[in-house]
Structure formats: structure tokens, C-alpha cells
């Protein structure tokens, strides 16, 4: 069996999915945008185009080129190549591919691009599109592998933490460049200043740990999700993968096997 995945994205979710796959053997290469605007930065692969490289739970990512990805990731290491339209896709012809772009809908992928092709969250329908698709949705369900049918609709409300939803949540107050006044891991007050947005404050709802907060410099629209509070206070919670993301990375692991396991 080629052991190649390429997970389209780089965030938090597709980097709890790369991070099992790497730990169970796989051969990874993940895709990003040129600024990716992911919030829980500190866990998320997708920092690597900023910085270079980062080390999740002991697991490394290197931004490389298309050209270099294959040797990367054959090091044991997670390749991330800047790569919009997921054209490595056709260069490498890997074994698998994973959507984890979590656009809540369906930006190309199709049932063509490998022997097994898995959509995360809702946009994908298993049988037309892709093969599998894993439920992202937060409770009974979530991580489940779906062989028929779609995942659940988005509901538009955040999922709920620590008895918060929609509060936990920062968004851009007006639309400009966004520049952060706080770090990851800092302990947040209620009403807080975290960001700001030309001149525009971003306050905080809640008092928490600040969780997620987007890269500085970013251009932002109005109302777009740029940071994250999470009430329950658990700094080392900002510096490992979530349970969504574990959950989610089990149900990709299990659809793989099952695949493989037929072929």
C-alpha cells in the first residue's frame, strides 16, 4: 500500500489528523494558503508558512516546496507546501487525500484524486464526491465515518465550552488590519482589550485563556472569527491538540484502514 497522504489544510483540525496519521506511519504532505488565517495557531501546522517549521506533541512540520515535499515527509516529518488549488495532488498522486479545509463545502476535491479521497465536516457527500466523510459536529456523533449520506449542517453556532458558545468567540469589529495586543496562553479578563482592528478595539466577552488569536498584520473583513477565549483557564490546553481534533483524526484513521483493508 502507498502510505502518501495529502491533507488539503493545515489547521487545527487537519493538524490533529496529520499528527495520527504521521504517529501510525503515514507519509504526509499537507496544503496551505499563502496567509493562512488559522486561530489556534500554537497547534496548527499551518504556522509552519510563517515560521518555517513547528513541533506539535512531537510531531514537526516543515514548509517546503512541491519539488522537496516528498523527501520532507518521508523523514517522518509533516511538508507543508503553500499550494492554493491543491495542485501537488496531480505531481505526487498520493495513495490518499483528506479535505480538512473545513469550507463547508466543496472547493474541488472529487472522487478521482486518489484510491481514497475523505471529506471532513459538511460540503461532501460520500459515494459522489469522496469516498468517506468524518462528522465534525460536537457530541454524540463527532468522528464518526460516514460510507453514504453527508455530515450533519452547519449550525452556525460554535460549539459549546465550558457552558459558553458564540461568547467564547472574537471577530473583527470592522473590517482592516489586524494586529494583536495579547499572545496565546495569556490570561484573559472579561472585557479585556486583545486586538485591534485599524483603530477599532476587539474585546473580550468572557475571561479565560486566550486560546486562539490570528497572525498580526492579516487583513481582515468585518465579523470574521480572529480569536478565541476558553473559560475553563487551561493554559496547556493552548499548546495541545483539542479532543474535536483527536475525535476527528481517529474517524480519518479508521476510514483509511478500512480502505486499505478492501484494497
Known amino acids: 500500500m502507498n502510505r502518501l497522504i495529502v491533507i488539503k489544510g493545515a489547521g487545527d483540525i487537519a493538524t490533529g489528523i496529520a499528527h495520527r496519521l504521521v504517529r501510525s506511519g503515514f507519509i504526509v504532505v499537507a496544503t496551505e494558503l499563502s496567509q493562512p488565517t488559522v486561530i489556534r495557531r500554537t497547534v496548527a501546522f499551518a504556522e509552519a508558512v510563517y515560521r518555517g517549521t513547528i513541533e506539535v506533541e512531537g510531531v514537526t512540520a516543515i514548509k517546503t516546496d512541491s519539488e522537496q515535499a516528498l523527501t520532507v515527509a518521508e523523514t517522518g516529518k509533516v511538508a507543508v507546501v503553500v499550494d492554493t488549488y491543491g495542485k501537488i495532488i496531480e505531481q505526487l498522486r498520493p495513495w490518499a487525500v483528506v479535505d480538512a479545509i473545513l469550507a463547508k463545502r466543496n472547493t474541488g ?124 483557564c487551561e493554559t496547556e490546553h493552548c499548546y495541545t491538540i483539542s479532543d474535536k481534533a483527536r475525535a476527528i483524526g481517529g474517524g480519518v484513521l479508521e476510514a483509511l484502514l478500512y480502505r486499505a483493508a478492501r484494497e
Open 109 to 232: 476535491t472529487k472522487l478521482s484524486d486518489a484510491s481514497v479521497v475523505v471529506g471532513i465536516g459538511p460540503g461532501f457527500t460520500a459515494g459522489v464526491d469522496v469516498h468517506m466523510v468524518v462528522e465534525t459536529m460536537r457530541g454524540h456523533y463527532l468522528g464518526r465515518v460516514l460510507h453514504d449520506g453527508r455530515a450533519m449542517p452547519n449550525t452556525g453556532v460554535p460549539g459549546e465550552v465550558g457552558g459558553y458558545t458564540k461568547e467564547r468567540i472574537l471577530r473583527a469589529p470592522c473590517a482592516g488590519s489586524f494586529q494583536p495586543l495579547r499572545t496565546i496562553g495569556n490570561i484573559i479578563a472579561l472585557g479585556e482589550v486583545v486586538a485591534q482592528v485599524e483603530d477599532q478595539p476587539v474585546v473580550a466577552n468572557i475571561p479565560g485563556v486566550l486560546r486562539g488569536l490570528l497572525h498580526g498584520g492579516l487583513w481582515v473583513p468585518e465579523g470574521m472569527k480572529i480569536g478565541d477565549v476558553d473559560p475553563r
